[in-house]
């Protein structure tokens, strides 16, 4: 199973809305509403953002909103913070029990 | 507000197998899905792969002829082993609550060197 593609950059203002893509395939992404989003900042452990493609776990800020079209998912981050600068990385369920994550996308508050 | 703590020697020689370990506190073992994902320095996340507390496990196919998960419900923790280990197995290696649908909690991650 091949890693979900990401860009490997994304950058906003404060107060800017961002949206980072997580694209796949027909197999994982396109086949199941399984799609999570994970926040790591640097040398500290992912946190997850959202789930079943749009779900915030509890504590997760609403600027956070997740979304899914075809084989594309996306997480949007509005209202940009600088807290927000920090790794982001994609995961989807692909069938017979395996997931996989994607390549990860460095978000820069500029 | 579950935590996970995982443990285990830092450094493994290549050829050998690297044996990490991830305490459970403040929640129970059963019944939840508990994974383990590495991240190699400067690289992204990889699913190692992952545990029903009643033991049910599934790993990453390009890994799973050399790993090994394990649960102790008596002990409130679970096990990662990974036989056979090179300079590629290098990496950050993090336990988390939950599997394939959502990871809810994860831990700090313990950082394992394969090198003679």
């Known amino acids: 199973q091949s890693a979900l593609t990401q860009p490997p950059s994304a950058s906003g203002s404060p107060g800017q809305s961002v949206t980072i893509s997580c694209t796949g395939t027909s197999s994982d992404v396109g086949g199941y509403n399984y799609v999570s989003w994970y926040q790591q900042h640097p040398g500290k452990a992912p946190k997850t953002l959202i789930y079943e493609v749009s779900k915030r776990p509890s504590g997760v800020p609403d600027r956070f909103s997740g979304s899914k079209s075809g084989n594309t998912a996306s997480l949007t981050v509005s209202g940009l913070q600088a807290e927000d600068e920090a790794d982001y990385y994609c995961s989807s369920y692909a069938g017979n029990d395996n997931y996989v994550f994607g390549t990860g996308t460095t978000l820069t508050v500029l | 507000q579950v935590q996970l703590q995982e443990s285990g020697p830092g450094l493994v020689k290549p050829s050998e197998t690297l044996s990490l370990s991830c305490t459970v506190s403040g929640g129970s073992i059963s019944p939840y899905y508990w994974s383990w994902i590495r991240q190699p320095p400067g690289k992204g996340l990889e699913w190692v792969g992952y545990i029903y507390s009643s033991g049910t496990t599934n790993y990453n196919p390009s890994l799973k002829s050399r790993v090994t998960i394990s649960v102790d419900t008596s002990k409130n923790h679970f096990s990662l082993r990974l036989s056979s280990v090179t300079a590629a197995d290098t990496a950050l290696y993090f336990c988390?609550?939950?599997?394939?649908?959502?990871?809810?909690?994860w831990g700090q991650g313990t950082l394992v060197t394969v090198s003679s």
């Open positions: 988390a609550r939950g599997g394939p649908i959502f990871i809810d909690s």
